[in-house]
C-alpha cells in the first residue's frame, strides 16, 4: 500500500507541474491587465491587452480540463511499460467513464437544461436549493456529468492503469492475435470502464458528503486547522505521502467551496485561479482559499530553510566547508526561488528527529500567521517566484509584507535552532558524517553518472523499476540492501531513503529529472 500510495503521489506531480507554470502566467497577465497596478494608459493599449488576455485565457484553459490531465498523468505514472499506451488508453477511459455517467444521468431525467437553477426555481425550488442542485453538476469536455473534478480523472486513470499493467503483454490467439499486446488495452478499457461509471454514480454522491463533512471539520477548527495541515504536510515529507494531502486541500471541499458567477468551485487552488481570472476578485474569498497555498510555505521555504542552509555550513568541518558549501548552496537557491525544500530537508530529517520536529511545527505556524493576518499569496510552490507574482506584484492588498516580516523572524530562527542542535547533539549534517571507507567508487565524468549509479545500485540486474518525481529517484530493487550508499553521495544525492528491502529512493533535488534519464539508459529500462 505505501508502494502504491508513494507512486500515485509522484504521478499527481506532473499535472501540479504545469499547472503551477500556468498559475504564473495567469498571475503576470491580471496584473499587466490591472489600471490600479500598470495604469490606465498601459491597459488601453488594444495589441497588448489582446496579447494579454490571450495569454491569460489560455492559462485559464488548463485549470478548466484539469480532470483529463490528472487521468492521463495518473495512467503514465502506475504503468509499469509502455507508458504511451497507457496515455492513449486514458484518454478513451476518461471519456467513456463521463459518457457513462452522461447516459444515466439522462435516462433519471438529468441533463444541463432539468439542472439549472432557472429550471429548478420555475419547478418551486428555492434559489438556496436550487443552487445545491446545480452544484453536483458539471460539464467536461462537453459532457454533461457528475462533478467529480480531478477525482474523476484520478479514478479512472488508477482504473487503466490497473488494465494496462495486467494486459499489456497479453498473447491471444492466431485469428485475433492482431488485437493483442499493447492494442489489447484501449479493448479492454473500453469495455471495462462503463462499469467504474456505473458504481460512480451511486457510489459518489456519498463519497462528496464524506469529503465534505472533513472539509466542514478543518474550516469550523479555525486557524488551527490551518496550522494542522502545514505541520502534517511537512510531517509527511519523507513518506512522500505530503503530495496527497496537498491535492486534497487543492481539489476537494476539504479547500473550500465557493460560489464564484454563479458557479460552485470546489478546492483552495482551484478557487484561487478562479478568482484570479476575475478584474475585480473578492480578496476575502480568495483569502479562505489561499490559507492552503503558498503563503504559508514562503517564511520557511525562502527565510527559514536557507538560513538553516547557512547553520549546517557554518557547523561543518574546517575541511569539510568547501566540499559542503557548493551542495548547501544549490539547496538553498532552490529553496529560495522555487521552493523546492527536499535537498535541505533530507541533509536533517533522518539525522535529527528534533530538527525535523521543530521544522514541522514551524511549518504549522508559518502556515497559521498567514491566515491570522489574512494574507493572500496563492499558487504551490512557495519560493520567492511565488512571493513576487502573487504577492508583491498583485499589490499591497495581499499583504504581502506580513510574509517578509515574518519570515526575517523565521531565518534568525532557524539559523539559532539548527546551529545550537546541532552542535550540542553532534548532529550529522552535510560536512559532519562519519568518513565511510570502503567504496571504490569515485565520480570523474559527470557523462558516466548513469552507469556509476547503476553499479552503485547492484548492477542492472538488481534493478526492476525507475521512477522518479521533482527531486527523487525512485527504484524498485531486488535487494535494496545492497545498495552503496557512499558511492550514491559521491553522485551529488542529498540523501538515500530505504524504505524497505526492495525500495529505495535516492535524493537528488531539481536535477533528478536528467540524472534518471542516465540511469535508466544505463540500465537499460524501458
Keep these: 500500500m505505501k508502494d502504491f500510495l508513494q507512486k500515485l503521489g509522484k504521478s499527481l506531480m506532473m499535472p501540479i507541474s504545469i499547472i503551477a507554470a500556468a498559475g504564473i502566467f495567469l498571475g503576470l497577465s491580471s496584473v499587466l491587465q490591472n489600471p490600479a497596478i500598470v495604469g490606465e494608459d498601459f491597459v488601453s493599449l488594444e495589441i497588448v491587452q489582446n496579447i494579454i488576455g490571450f495569454i491569460r485565457t489560455l492559462a485559464s484553459a488548463l485549470f478548466g480540463n484539469l480532470p483529463i490531465l490528472f487521468a492521463i498523468a495518473v495512467a503514465i505514472g502506475m504503468a ?167 491535492q486534497l486541500v487543492r481539489f476537494t471541499p476539504i479547500g473550500g467551496v465557493a460560489v464564484i458567477n454563479g458557479e460552485q468551485t470546489v478546492g483552495a487552488l482551484n478557487i484561487f485561479n478562479t478568482l484570479l481570472a476575475q478584474d475585480n476578485p473578492d480578496m476575502n474569498l480568495m483569502a479562505q482559499a489561499t490559507r492552503f497555498l503558498a503563503q504559508g510555505k514562503i517564511p520557511f521555504m525562502v527565510f527559514g530553510l536557507p538560513a538553516a542552509c547557512y547553520a549546517m555550513y557554518k557547523t561543518s568541518r574546517s575541511g569539510e566547508k568547501n566540499k559542503v558549501k557548493g551542495l548547501l548552496y544549490a539547496a538553498a537557491l532552490a529553496s529560495f526561488t522555487t521552493g523546492i525544500t527536499e535537498p535541505i530537508e533530507f541533509a536533517f530529517i533522518f539525522v535529527s528527529p528534533v530538527l525535523y520536529f521543530f521544522h514541522a511545527f514551524m511549518a504549522g505556524i508559518s502556515f497559521m500567521l498567514m491566515d491570522l493576518f489574512n494574507v493572500v499569496i496563492g499558487n504551490v510552490q512557495g519560493g520567492a517566484i511565488d512571493l513576487g507574482v502573487f504577492g508583491i506584484l498583485q499589490g499591497l492588498d495581499t499583504r504581502w509584507f506580513v510574509a517578509v516580516i515574518v519570515g526575517i523572524g523565521y531565518a534568525f530562527a532557524y539559523y539559532f535552532v539548527f546551529k545550537t542542535v546541532i552542535l550540542k547533539q553532534n548532529v550529522q549534517t552535510p560536512g559532519r558524517e562519519e568518513i565511510i571507507e570502503g567504496s571504490d567508487v569515485v565520480i570523474k565524468d559527470k557523462d558516466n553518472i548513469g552507469n556509476t549509479i547503476v553499479a552503485a545500485l547492484g548492477g542492472k540486474e538488481n534493478i526492476k523499476e525507475i521512477e522518479n518525481c521533482f527531486t527523487r529517484l525512485r527504484l524498485v530493487l531486488d535487494d535494496a540492501t545492497v545498495a552503496d550508499e557512499a558511492a550514491l553521495k559521491a553522485t551529488g544525492a542529498a540523501g538515500i531513503v530505504k524504505i524497505d528491502d526492495t525500495h529505495l529512493q535516492v535524493i537528488y533535488g531539481p536535477q533528478v529529472e536528467g540524472i534518471a534519464l542516465k540511469v535508466k539508459g544505463a540500465a537499460e529500462y524501458e
Design 80 to 246: 509499469k511499460k509502455e507508458k504511451a499506451t497507457a496515455a492513449f488508453s486514458a484518454v478513451i477511459g476518461f471519456i467513456i467513464f463521463h459518457i457513462t455517467l452522461n447516459y444515466i444521468l439522462g435516462l433519471n431525467g438529468f441533463d444541463a437544461e432539468t439542472t439549472s437553477i432557472d429550471y429548478l426555481v420555475s419547478n418551486g425550488d428555492s434559489l438556496l436549493k436550487a443552487t445545491q442542485t446545480t452544484s453536483q453538476y458539471e460539464t467536461v469536455l462537453g459532457i454533461f456529468t457528475l462533478r467529480m473534478n480531478v477525482f474523476g480523472g484520478i479514478l479512472s486513470g488508477l482504473l487503466v492503469a490497473a488494465l494496462h499493467n495486467r494486459f499489456y503483454d497479453i498473447e491471444l490467439p492466431l485469428a485475433i492475435s492482431f488485437f493483442g499486446g499493447k492494442r489489447f488495452v484501449p479493448i479492454i478499457t473500453t469495455v471495462t470502464v462503463p462499469f467504474l461509471g456505473l458504481l460512480m454514480y451511486f457510489v459518489w454522491p456519498f463519497l462528496g458528503i464524506g469529503i465534505e463533512g472533513i472539509g466542514n471539520v478543518i474550516a469550523q477548527a479555525g486557524v488551527f486547522g490551518t496550522f494542522l495541515f502545514g505541520f502534517l504536510e511537512r510531517l509527511l515529507v519523507p513518506t512522500g505521502l505530503h503530495h496527497i494531502l496537498n
